[in-house]
C-alpha cells in the first residue's frame, strides 16, 4: 500500500510524535511505501520505503503553525489524492481517510482544565486565539465530516467526540497504542538502573518515583511533588520532561528535573513505581512504557490508560489530579509492600505485552483494508 501520514514534526520527546515515528517505520519494514508530510521530521532516515515531503508553513508561533500546516497540507493531498491508497493524519488537518484522534479532544482538554484554573486562567483561554483555531480545526473535521474513519486511542476519547461533537459511534474504531516490549523491558534493571541514579546522585536502595512528560500543567506535575512532599519519609522523584512553572520545582527536596532524554528507556529501568496524576490524556504511551518496564502505574481517571490498568493488579488508578493524600498513600503502598511491589511489577509487565506494535499494526491494516474495499 501506499500510505500518507500527516504529522507536523517529529522531536525524540513528544510521545505522540516518536508514536508516529515507530508507527511509521514498522509499516515501513513491512513492505509498505509510506509517505511522510510534515514540516520537519528529524526520524525520516534512509529507509528505502519511507518518503519524505515538506509541506510549507508559518512557523512564527503555534497559532500560524497549526493554520498553515492545515491549509497547505489539505491542497498538497487533495492535489495528489490519486497517488495514495489511504490517507491518515496525527494532526488537525482538512483532507484525510483516517483521522487518528491521538491528542485526544481539545474542548474536553479545555473544560478540565476550566474546572481547574482561576478566573485570570479562565481569561486567558477564552483570549487565546490559539485555542480558538484548534477548536474550529476540531469541528470541522467532526461535524464536516472530513474523514472516512476515526481512530481513537481509548473509548474515553470515543466518548469525548461522541459527546461534543455529536459523531455516529459506528464512525470511530478504538485501538490502543502499542509498544515496544523489547526496548522497554524489566531486564534492563540489570543493565542500565545503577548508571541511571548516580547520575543523578540516587544509591540501590533509594526509593524513586518516576513521571515522564512534557505540558507538566496538563499532566498532573504539581500533584505529584505535592503528594512526595506531604509523605513522611523521603521518596526522590525524577521528573522526565519539559513544561510551564519549571522554577517552581528546582530547589525542592529529592525532586530531580532531568529535562528532556533521548534513552527514555534508562529512566524506567531505574525507577520503581511510574506516577502520572494527569488531569486530561488521551491515553499516554508513558503508561504502556512503563508497565513494559515493569513499573506499577499510579494515574487518574482522566487518563485513556485507566482503561486498561487495573486497579490494585497493575497500579492504582486515583479518580481527580488533585486527591493529594490518596496519591501519596498509594506511594506509601508500595514503600510498605515490597512483595505487593514485585508482584505488580510482573503483573504490569504481563499486560503490556498484550499492547505490542505487531498488534496494533494489524489492527490498523484491517482498517486500511476496509477502507480500500469500500472505496
Request: overall charge positive.
Amino acid at each position: 500500500m501506499r500510505i500518507a501520514i500527516l504529522r507536523k514534526k517529529y522531536t525524540f520527546h513528544g510521545g505522540a510524535e516518536s508514536f508516529s515515528s515507530s508507527f511509521i517505520e514498522k509499516l515501513a519494514d513491512d513492505g509498505h511505501e509510506l509517505h511522510i508530510f510534515a514540516i520537519n521530521w528529524q526520524a525520516a532516515g534512509s529507509h528505502k520505503n519511507i518518503h519524505f515531503h515538506n509541506v510549507p508553513a508559518v512557523t512564527f508561533n503555534s497559532f500560524f503553525r497549526d493554520l498553515s500546516f492545515a491549509l497547505f497540507s489539505f491542497f498538497l493531498l487533495k492535489k495528489q489524492r490519486n497517488s495514495f491508497d489511504i490517507i491518515q493524519t496525527h494532526d488537525k488537518t482538512l483532507y484525510q481517510d483516517i483521522y487518528r484522534a491521538g491528542d485526544g479532544c481539545h474542548i474536553e482538554w479545555l473544560k478540565q482544565r476550566w474546572k481547574r484554573t482561576g478566573f485570570l486562567g479562565n481569561l486567558s483561554m477564552v483570549l487565546n486565539p490559539y485555542h480558538g483555531l484548534i477548536l474550529y480545526l476540531e469541528h470541522s473535521i467532526f461535524k464536516r465530516h472530513r474523514y472516512k474513519r476515526i481512530v481513537a486511542i481509548s473509548n474515553m476519547v470515543k466518548k469525548n467526540i461522541i459527546e461534543n461533537y455529536g459523531v455516529s459511534p459506528d464512525d470511530i474504531d478504538v485501538i490502543y497504542n502499542g509498544v515496544d516490549i523489547e526496548k522497554f523491558h524489566p531486564k534492563n534493571r540489570e543493565r542500565y538502573r545503577r548508571e541511571t541514579r548516580q547520575k543523578h546522585g540516587l544509591t540501590d536502595t533509594d526509593f524513586v518515583v518516576l513521571f515522564v512528560g512534557s505540558g507538566f500543567e496538563r499532566k498532573g506535575v504539581e500533584y505529584l511533588i505535592k503528594a512526595v512532599e506531604s509523605m513522611p519519609v523521603s521518596v526522590s522523584t525524577l521528573i522526565v520532561g519539559k513544561g510551564g512553572h519549571r522554577g517552581a520545582f528546582k530547589q525542592r527536596q529529592n525532586i530531580i528535573l532531568c529535562g528532556t532524554q533521548k534513552d527514555i528507556h534508562k529512566y524506567y529501568a531505574a525507577a520503581d513505581i511510574f506516577v502520572f496524576p494527569t488531569i486530561y490524556e488521551p491515553f499516554g504511551n508513558v503508561h504502556l512504557e512503563a508497565l513494559a518496564s515493569g513499573l506499577p502505574v499510579i494515574t487518574t481517571i482522566n487518563s485513556g490508560a485507566a482503561e486498561i490498568v487495573k486497579d490494585g493488579v497493575h497500579g492504582f488508578v486515583i479518580k481527580e489530579p488533585e486527591d493529594v493524600r490518596t496519591i501519596a498513600e498509594k506511594i506509601q503502598f508500595f514503600l510498605d509492600n515490597k512483595d505487593k511491589l514485585v508482584s505488580m511489577s510482573e503483573s504490569a509487565r504481563h499486560l503490556a505485552e498484550e499492547f505490542t506494535f505487531d498488534k496494533h499494526i494489524g489492527k490498523i491494516r484491517e482498517l486500511y483494508e476496509r477502507i480500500i474495499a469500500e472505496k
